[in-house]
T-cell receptor, first 110, second 114 residues
Framework: DGGITQSPKYLFRKEGQNVTLSCEQNLNHDAMYWYRQDPGQGLRLIYY???????QKGDIAEGYSVSREKKESFPLTVTSAQKNPTAFYLC?????????FGPGTRLTVT | GQQLNQSPQSMFIQEGEDVSMNCTSSSIFNTWLWYKQDPGEGPVLLIA?????ELTSNGRLTAQFGITRKDSFLNISASIPSDVGIYFCAGQLSGGTSYGKLTFGQGTILTVHP
């Protein structure tokens, strides 16, 4: 059963802690993406990777970091430097120009 | 970054009515995509358009790639309660450096009253 998985669905952290969000895909897609969605808003691109061991900053990369050591995996770390980390985080992968999304992780930082 | 103007922002309709929404931009796009997002879930791809003037259907959904390549339209016919959700347009800008990256509209929130 092919798809994109994100875990966990809900994540709670204390302010000042780094937290890593998981994203795995078994679709054999080369490109992967991380987006942030705030209530009532659209999707904003954080980081993207077009190939293993390579990634680029998106529109709102400050306070985030990523790695792409394997084709299947693209974890996102939300660092303590991110001023407003509470949000819904979406991972996607793409074939040609069509992006397919995971179910999302809702991160709450207090 | 580049933004798409998606309208309307929200719609409240009766079950059975048809729905229309659109996205416009000042830039040329070479791909238009339409997604639906249910609350607390990731967006699901509904329709992908690749050619100017292309008209594509997926069940009760029909989308068109505008002739100018700067806009796209989505129509839903005979709406049902499960059509409720947020609909996003997304486009890929024409140009080599933007390969794979999408620009998203702000979304249209659709509410269907039984």
């Amino acid at each position: 059963d092919g798809g994109i998985t994100q875990s966990p669905k809900y994540l709670f952290r204390k302010e000042g802690q780094n937290v890593t969000l998981s994203c795995e895909q078994n679709l054999n897609h080369d490109a992967m993406y991380w987006y942030r969605q705030d209530p009532g808003q659209g999707l904003r691109l954080i980081y993207y990777s077009q190939i293993v061991n390579d990634f680029q900053k998106g529109d709102i990369a400050e306070g985030y970091s990523v790695s792409r050591e394997k084709k299947e995996s693209f974890p996102l770390t939300v660092t303590s430097a991110q001023k407003n980390p509470t949000a819904f985080y979406l991972c996607a992968s793409s074939i040609e120009n069509e992006q397919y999304f995971g179910p999302g992780t809702r991160l709450t930082v207090t | 970054g580049q933004q798409l103007n998606q309208s309307p922002q929200s719609m409240f309709i009766q079950e059975g009515e048809d729905v229309s929404m659109n996205c416009t931009s000042s830039s040329i796009f070479n791909t238009w995509l339409w997604y639906k997002q249910d609350p607390g879930e990731g967006p699901v791809l509904l329709i992908a358009l690749y050619k100017a003037g292309e008209l594509t259907s997926n069940g009760r959904l029909t989308a068109q790639f505008g002739i100018t390549r700067k806009d796209s339209f989505l129509n839903i016919s005979a709406s049902i309660p499960s059509d409720v959700g947020i609909y996003f347009c997304a486009g890929q800008l024409s140009g080599g450096t933007s390969y794979g990256k999408l620009t998203f509209g702000q979304g249209t929130i659709l509410t269907v009253h039984p």
